[in-house]
C-alpha cells in the first residue's frame, strides 16, 4: 500500500461501509456554499439514494449550485418523480450516454467518470476510489 502523506491542516478519515459514506457524502453537501458536484457510475434509488437527493435538494433550495452526472451504463433512468423534484429544487441532473443505446455495445470504448464530490472548487475526494498495491 502506498504511503499518505497529508499536508498541514489536512486529515483523514476513514470510513467503513456504505452507512458511514452515505452520511458523509450528506454532511458534506450540507455543509456546502457555493457549488455541489456528484460525478458516480452508480446511483441506486434506495434508501441511501434518497437521503443524497435530498440533501442535493436543500443545497440546491439554499442558492447552492448543484451539478450531478451519473453513468448511463451504471445508473438506470431515475424516477420521474424525482427527477421534477429535483429539477424544480435547480439541481442539474445529467445522464452522461454520448452513445445513446449503443453504450451498451462500445462501453468498452468510453472514458469512465470518475466518482466525485467537488468541496470548495476541489475535489473532497469522499467517493474516488484509490488503487491497492
Same mark, same amino acid.
Given at each position: 500500500?502506498?504511503?499518505?502523506?497529508?499536508?498541514?491542516?489536512?486529515?483523514?478519515?476513514?470510513?467503513?461501509?456504505?452507512?458511514?459514506?452515505?452520511?458523509?457524502?450528506?454532511?458534506?453537501?450540507?455543509?456546502?456554499?457555493?457549488?455541489?458536484?456528484?460525478?458516480?457510475?452508480? &446511483?441506486?434509488?434506495?434508501?441511501?439514494?434518497? !437521503? /443524497? $437527493?435530498?440533501?442535493?435538494?436543500?443545497?440546491?433550495? *439554499? =442558492?447552492?449550485?448543484?451539478?450531478?452526472?451519473?453513468?448511463?451504463?451504471?445508473?438506470?433512468?431515475?424516477?420521474?418523480?424525482?427527477?421534477?423534484?429535483?429539477?424544480?429544487?435547480?439541481?442539474?441532473?445529467?445522464?452522461?450516454?454520448?452513445?445513446? &443505446?449503443?453504450?451498451?455495445?462500445?462501453?468498452? !470504448? /468510453? $472514458?469512465?467518470?470518475?466518482?466525485?464530490?467537488?468541496? *470548495? =472548487?476541489?475535489?473532497?475526494?469522499?467517493?474516488?476510489?484509490?488503487?491497492?498495491?
Amino acid at each position: 500500500m502506498n504511503a499518505v502523506h497529508l499536508r498541514p491542516r489536512h486529515r483523514l478519515h476513514l470510513l467503513q461501509g456504505a452507512d458511514e459514506l452515505f452520511a458523509a457524502v450528506v454532511h458534506a453537501i450540507d455543509r456546502s456554499h457555493t457549488e455541489v458536484r456528484l460525478e458516480t457510475y452508480i &446511483y441506486a434509488f434506495d434508501r441511501q439514494g434518497e !437521503a /443524497l $437527493a435530498l440533501a442535493l435538494e436543500r443545497a440546491a433550495l *439554499r =442558492g447552492v449550485a448543484v451539478y450531478v452526472v451519473v453513468d448511463g451504463i451504471g445508473t438506470p433512468a431515475p424516477p420521474m418523480q424525482w427527477l421534477s423534484r429535483l429539477s424544480a429544487a435547480g439541481v442539474q441532473w445529467h445522464r452522461f450516454s454520448p452513445l445513446g &443505446y449503443f453504450d451498451v455495445f462500445f462501453s468498452g !470504448a /468510453l $472514458a469512465p467518470l470518475a466518482p466525485q464530490i467537488v468541496c *470548495r =472548487g476541489r475535489p473532497c475526494g469522499l467517493l474516488r476510489r484509490h488503487q491497492c498495491h
